[in-house]
């Protein structure tokens, strides 16, 4: 190969080495949120539907009314809340999902007067969630690791030798594979309980 053609040959590697770079810390950024926003959603979501948080009750369903269109869609029922305790009554709380007017559900209402479902099916929704974000937070260190290692080839091997030994290597490709059983597991929990929930 002539020099010229080396010399041409440098600048579209480095050009597609950024490239590639900018590709792995735009996923690394976008897994990483996503997976933390997740992860905090559901866990908060978790403690109203195991019942370790709010105000336990039951919620009769009056209307609802659907928003948007697409994956911007969103239905919101409205209805009376009683406390068990028959303390707290709400005329005008809310719930994020779609239900028969009528419906009588047990519920936990939070401080701003949203109830939110309980039970088995909420619980594993939640679950799987977490699961899936807890993946989406690894996705998106391997994309920063995967771009450090491409932007610094040899100072990125050195750092990943002592950051990923065989040992830990081996403990989160065991971690993702139970995240996955779990996903799967908990996700299929969820659909048969919202399926069979009236």
């Given at each position: 190969m002539r020099a010229d053609d080396t010399s041409k040959t440098e600048p579209r590697a480095l050009l597609g080495r950024v490239c590639l770079v900018l590709v792995m810390l735009f996923f690394g950024v976008l897994f990483s949120t996503a997976g933390v926003a997740g992860t905090v959603v559901s866990a908060d979501g978790l403690k109203y539907s195991t019942r370790t948080s709010g105000t336990p009750g039951l919620l009769k369903i009056f209307n609802c009314a659907t928003?948007?269109?697409?994956?911007?869609?969103?239905t919101t029922c409205f209805g009376e809340f009683?406390?068990?305790?028959?303390?707290?009554?709400?005329?005008?709380?809310?719930?994020?999902?779609?239900?028969?007017?009528?419906?009588?559900?047990?519920?936990?209402?939070?401080?701003?007067?949203?109830?939110?479902?309980?039970?088995?099916?909420?619980?594993?929704?939640?679950?799987?969630?977490?699961?899936?974000?807890?993946?989406?937070?690894?996705?998106?260190?391997?994309?920063?690791?995967?771009?450090?290692?491409?932007a610094m080839p040899r100072t990125g091997s050195r750092i990943g030798a002592?950051?990923?030994?065989?040992?830990?290597?081996?403990?989160?490709?065991?971690?993702?594979?139970?995240?996955?059983?779990?996903?799967?597991?908990?996700?299929?929990?969820?659909?048969?309980?919202?399926?069979?929930?009236?």
């Open positions: 928003k948007g269109t697409g994956k911007q869609k969103r009683r406390s068990d305790d028959h303390r707290v009554v709400d005329g005008f709380s809310s719930i994020d999902r779609s239900y028969k007017e009528g419906t009588v559900l047990p519920v936990q209402r939070d401080g701003d007067g949203n109830c939110h479902a309980v039970g088995v099916a909420p619980t594993a929704h939640q679950l799987t969630v977490i699961c899936l974000s807890a993946v989406g937070i690894m996705a998106g260190l391997a994309s920063f690791c995967s771009a450090f290692s491409t002592v950051l990923w030994p065989p040992r830990v290597a081996r403990l989160v490709g065991r971690l993702c594979i139970a995240l996955g059983i779990g996903f799967a597991g908990f996700g299929a929990v969820a659909v048969i309980g919202w399926l069979i929930t009236p």
